[in-house]
């Protein structure tokens, strides 16, 4: 089945400093969205954009997609301890233009902000 | 407050029992969801509901059952079918469809069965 992939898969980093994560998927997607878990909790939605935006901002997070290279990033601006969470990519499979309605997600990507 | 709640936070069974995990939402969601999480790794769909008293297979549905009898409930129960039931179950919902609306996760349930 269709997976998007997250890249890299741990990233460290000292607070202050910008963050970037990438998403690549298979298929044909109607959205991707981005999600944010702290260890041992459930997710938390932050961003969902659809595929026919190219860039989504929230605060301090942005979103890029580029459905030609069926790829999607996030960056996170002027990273902060509270930061720190594993990060995933979750996509829909477009088939035929309709959507089954679920989502496929990512292995993630651990991100840890140094204080 | 709206939410998702999820019972026990952990849970600990004997091989070959059958087990229930529950999931209630007061958000007025139609559609809900059971995922599993092993370790390091990202969440893979067990089954959905999109509505009451009908529900779907997710991509790993084999040792699992669900029911959907009420809009705000959707229990999971891990049978002794299934072979490597220790992992961190998680229960989400949302407006339908999925794709184009976030989902809202409860907090989770770990499981562990020796």
């Known amino acids: 089945s269709q997976q998007g992939e997250e890249d890299p898969q741990a990233l460290s980093i000292q607070e202050g400093e910008n963050a970037t994560m990438n998403c690549s998927y298979k298929t044909s997607i109607n959205n991707l969205q981005w999600y944010r878990q702290n260890s041992g909790r459930g997710l938390v939605h932050l961003i969902l954009i659809r595929s026919n935006e190219r860039e989504k901002h929230s605060g301090r997070l942005r979103v890029t997609l580029d459905t030609s290279k069926k790829s999607s990033s996030l960056l996170i601006t002027a990273s902060r301890a509270a930061d720190t969470a594993s990060y995933f990519c979750?996509?829909?499979?477009?088939?035929?233009?309709?959507?089954?309605?679920?989502?496929?997600f990512g292995q993630g990507t651990i991100l840890t902000v140094h204080p | 407050d709206g939410g998702i709640t999820q019972s026990p936070k952990y849970l600990f069974r004997k091989e070959g029992q059958n087990v229930t995990l529950s999931c209630e939402q007061n958000l007025n969601h139609d559609a809900m969801y059971w995922y599993r999480q092993d370790p390091g790794q990202g969440l893979r769909l067990i089954y959905y509901?999109?509505?009451?008293?009908?529900?779907q297979k997710g991509d790993i549905a084999e040792g699992y059952s669900v029911s959907r009898e009420k809009k705000e409930s959707f229990p999971l129960t891990v049978t002794s079918a299934q072979k490597n039931p220790t992992a961190f179950y998680l229960c989400?919902?949302?407006?339908?469809?999925?794709?184009?609306?976030?989902?809202?996760f409860g907090p989770g349930t770990r499981l562990t069965v020796t």
């Open positions: 509901s999109q509505i009451v008293n009908d529900f």
């Open positions: 989400a919902s949302s407006i339908w469809p999925a794709s184009s609306y976030e989902q809202y």
């Open positions: 979750a996509t829909d499979l477009n088939a035929g233009g309709t959507s089954y309605g679920k989502l496929t």
